[in-house]
């Protein structure tokens, strides 16, 4: 009997917890339809509609700012065009009523050169404004980057939405779990505690490749190299750059840390690293360094520097340094490039992954998060991009003292 009456005992303890494991499941039920899926799925479409006006409304607006863009530089370069020819036009009949005075004639000769002298020294007209150019052809770089935003913001969601990321953070605040104080922002306090001397610890000797320079190149023994007008009848060369004005250096970095410095001479000059791997034969639009994944660049565009990576640009609000120094950790997978002067070190800008403050978010950042730490899987070698005519550089000197250094590399 004890044993029948624990056993109809547990029965019923079972009935019980049943009942309110039905009920509950009822209460669910309930819940379900009256949340309604067909409401909530009317809900995310009306998001996704809303999502995808604010995403027309953003392409319509570069559509027209490309299309005004290009309108406005036409005009200014075709006028600009127009007033060169005519100039040109006018001198060359100065110059023909010059010629055809008699000599006997001086006062006939001298009226002529005055005519010729007053059109020489006439005023040019306005170059056309690099910046107005700029602002339109960066279009494609603002677009790229809200579509990396699109991207990973919708990969975080929809993780969340697995459950393999339910914190509740948003996507700036998740997007890389990178310690500060392991790699601290030099980027941020430009003055820079080491000295030069620290550095040529690291020093690095370079020697330009002739066989990598492009034909518009000139070197300079293997230290020099200025991009000129008429191509130089350089042999064949498989590692030779077709499409860009660049040059490599010969030596290959893969490990350790490495230190060169870099005379802007004159013009526009781009300096930076480069996979070696790297195809000299891709096109000037994927082959300049910084416009791809396999490179990176510090660039002086005659007006302030930027740094390049991936297509992303990143603008440096510095003062102009002639020396340039690179400083490569591949330990740290971090490069930082400086300006020197007076054996002082001016960071200029640091590429590292680094984590995003909370509540800010920087396009060209989240592409180094992604994909610069992949740069140092290969070897790697130093690159110059010469982008103006007059574009000049030398390989800068190094003080005596490192000399020892460089042997024992």
């Not at 971090?334 to 001016?346: E, I, P, R, W």
């Not at 509540?359 to 010469?386: C, M, R, T, V």
């Amino acid at each position: 009997k004890g044993q029948r009456g624990k056993f109809l005992s547990n029965v019923e303890n079972e009935l019980e917890e049943l009942a309110v494991t039905i009920a509950q499941t009822r209460k669910m039920l309930e819940l379900i339809k009256v949340s309604g899926a067909g409401e909530l799925q009317k809900r995310v479409e009306k998001l996704f509609m809303e999502a995808s006006e604010v995403l027309a409304a953003f392409q319509k607006e570069v559509v027209g700012f490309i299309e005004d863009g290009e309108r406005s530089r036409l005009a200014e370069a075709e006028a600009n065009l127009r007033w060169k020819e005519e100039r040109r036009a006018k001198l060359a009949q100065c110059k023909q009523n010059l010629e055809s005075v008699p000599s006997t004639d001086t006062i006939y000769f001298l009226q002529e050169f005055q005519a010729l002298k007053i059109a020489m020294e006439e005023n040019l007209s306005p170059a056309p404004s690099f910046q107005n150019e700029l602002s339109f052809t960066k279009s494609a770089q603002a677009v790229s980057a809200v579509k990396e935003v699109l991207a990973a913001a919708c990969k975080n969601q929809w993780e969340r939405l697995l459950g393999k990321g339910g914190d509740g953070l948003s996507f700036q605040e998740t997007e890389e779990e990178v310690s500060e104080s392991q790699f601290p922002d030099k980027s941020s306090n430009p003055i820079c505690p080491e000295s030069r001397d620290y550095f040529l610890k690291f020093a690095f000797i370079i020697d330009l490749d002739s066989d990598t320079a492009d034909k518009f190149i000139q070197l300079f023994g293997t230290k020099g190299a200025k991009r000129v007008l008429c191509p130089i009848p350089y042999p064949e060369s498989v590692t030779r750059f077709i499409n860009c004005e660049q040059v490599l250096g010969e030596n290959v970095m893969n490990r350790g840390n490495y230190y060169w410095e870099v005379e802007l001479i004159d013009g526009w000059v781009s300096i930076g690293i480069i996979a070696e791997d790297f195809n000299p034969r891709e096109s000037y639009d994927r082959g300049r360094l910084g416009r791809n994944d396999k490179s990176c660049c510090l660039q002086w565009n005659g007006q302030n520097y930027a740094v390049w990576f991936g297509g992303f640009e990143s603008v440096i609000q510095q003062p102009f340094f002639q020396t340039i120094g690179v400083f490569l950790e591949y330990s740290e997978k971090a490069l930082t490039f400086y300006g020197v002067k007076d054996s002082k070190m001016t960071c200029l800008q640091q590429l590292k992954v680094s984590r995003f403050k909370k509540g800010q978010f920087d396009a060209f950042q989240n592409k180094i998060n992604h994909q610069f730490p992949s740069l140092f899987s290969f070897n790697l070698k130093p690159a110059f991009f010469l982008e103006s005519v007059d574009a000049h550089l030398q390989i800068g000197p190094l003080k005596k003292d490192c000399v020892s250094v460089l042997k024992r590399r």
